[in-house]
């Protein structure tokens, strides 16, 4: 496993967007028009195509803190646009830490990266987690995403990995950023799980409360 991390690189451009995370093995296309961010794909796309993804913790700075945890996503497929944006497709390799922002004469960030915490995310998923496991967490999910107004093929979810699903609903549901930076940030699926779980019982919670109080 140690020969994958070394062929990943220790250096990359990271992409801060608040509320927003990926996880290994699953896909996301993004809209890219920001000039910083434009650039940051122009010069991936000549280099090695991995970028990081990272949350800002809730700032008025105008630069933002990092939270010291991302993962990075490959570009897949890259699109421009009439408008001259891009459109990306990113699959996520692997959860990061930062060990220390970089100067440069960029537009856009940069940061020394390790991804020995996280080794684990480039092995195939062996975690004993059965589907009818998940049977409670998608009927409170599909209530709360219902009450948002989120929408979610959950047929097509249904057909995904038990990973892939688990992090999917991870990455679309309707969580603060602080919720989500603890999802992304459990070490394995089964913790990812619990802390699901954890999270869906405060939101049923508080929506009982809501009802009793009326």
């Not at 991995?50 to 990092?66: A, E, R």
């Not at 496991?133 to 249904?158: A, H, M, P, Q, R």
Request: charged letters at 30%.
């Amino acid at each position: 496993m140690k020969k994958k991390i070394n062929h990943l690189p220790n250096k990359i451009p990271v992409f801060p967007l608040s509320n927003f995370i990926i996880f290994p093995r699953t896909t996301v296309p993004l809209n890219i028009f920001e000039p910083r961010y434009i650039d940051m794909v122009d010069d991936s796309i000549k280099s090695n195509r991995i970028i990081g993804m990272v949350q800002p913790k809730k700032s008025n700075q105008n630069i933002p803190i990092l939270y010291n945890i991302g993962c990075a996503g490959k570009i897949t497929s890259f699109n421009e646009k009439n408008d001259g944006n891009y459109l990306i497709v990113l699959v996520g390799i692997g959860r990061f830490k930062i060990i220390e922002e970089l100067e440069n004469d960029k537009l856009y960030r940069e940061c020394s990266i390790s991804f020995n915490d996280f080794y684990h995310d480039l092995e195939e998923n062996k975690d004993e987690i059965k589907f009818s496991d998940l049977e409670l967490i998608f009927k409170e999910l599909k209530s709360l995403f219902i009450k948002e107004g989120y929408v979610i093929n959950w047929k097509e979810l249904e057909k995904q990995s038990l990973d892939q699903t688990i992090n999917t609903l991870a990455m679309a549901s309707p969580f603060s950023l602080e919720e989500k930076q603890v999802l992304l940030e459990t070490i394995n699926l089964k913790e990812r799980k619990k802390k699901l779980e954890e999270i869906l019982s405060t939101y049923t919670a508080d929506n009982y409360s809501n009802k009793t109080l009326q």
